[in-house]
């Protein structure tokens, strides 16, 4: 199934519901920071190691996976309502990140592309 | 593009710069986090009419973009390492939602479903 | 009962029941975002005028009252682990803040201090 | 300082630049938000035990505390419009924690308090 027969499921399941009123930009990143709050509750207490193991784990993958699920439903509607294309949008910071994190400088180093340009700049 | 396509991208883009070492859900949970502030930050001061009115201006058209895009490229990595069908696992959810949330029921109501089904049960 | 007082007694809580070996910074950051998480719940489909009068109502309040006090507490136990003085923080940060949004400049713009000095600066 | 002391200086201070109009708690609650996250930014890709050591180094320590400011500065904000006694509200939530999580039922266990119960109910 592609992003937009998603979007549009999302949006006829809100508009069944008269919810396209609560639907503000605003109020859908809230909704968002709700949902990765609760992802964050999932994670907080794992040990690196434990977190990467969670989904071996029927009762772990169902938890992570309705809640990874609830993050992307509020994510696609936010686009829609703000009509953003998020693929397009990745793409293109991908491609923007290639340029601002080069391979040679990067490797290895978890900074800020703007500290990674002080760094090796005098 | 798809989304394996896109994460396949941003896969290569990590390995590229030996970042994979960085990605445990944990760590991409607390970076989805940061990505949801930054968005958080562009709408905080808006009026719910301003935020819809958002994408309107050129600037804050690129704004919005390139933040959703961080959120989404998180969310993605995320899903690929946590191997989750994030398709999939949205049109599940939008599936079990229209069955806790009836249309009849929560029509112009944005109640959580268990608050939903204790309003109508004596 | 000041913030020191409330600081040993969350400290105690989690010490007697061998809960510091999860209260990494790293950890605690997590649960604080899920705190807030919990708190953007409840606001997030509100109009800015029902989120003033939230506290009027028993239910609203006690709700409210609940979710910022896990916010505090976190954010307690947090500054704690990492011996940061808070109050003395937020002191130096009030006083950075009045240098960095002069009172004439800012006056009824939330811009942040880099766009306010940008645009007053040829 | 006592916190009443800095809920009034952050009072003045916004009062003095005409920000109250934008402190609804709606919208405070989302600049909590961005300021966790920009906290959540500083510990994503460190290891637990890197986190425990960032305030052992001037830099780190310098800007954990400048975000640990901002979240409190908020909060406090947040706790101020909406007349909540945030350290009434804190030893609260402490006390009723104590009866949600027996310490003899809880020792070394990070799970809910409903989980807490569900396991040791038959």
Known sequence: MAIERLQALISDFASE?????FH???NLV???????????EIFQWLTPQQSTAIT???Q???RVEEEL?????YLL?????LQVDLVAAAEAKIRANEQRYPAELA???AVKHSELRREVTP
């Open 30 to 40: 809230m909704a968002l920071t709700g949902e990765v709050g609760e992802l964050s």
């Open 107 to 109: 490797r290895g180093r």
């Open 17 to 21: 519901r008269d919810w396209h009123q």
């Open 24 to 26: 503000t930009p605003k």
């Open 77 to 81: 509607r936010l686009a829609d309502v």
């Open 69 to 73: 699920a609830d993050v992307f439903i």
């Open 60 to 62: 772990g993958r169902s």
């Open 56 to 58: 071996a784990d029927p």
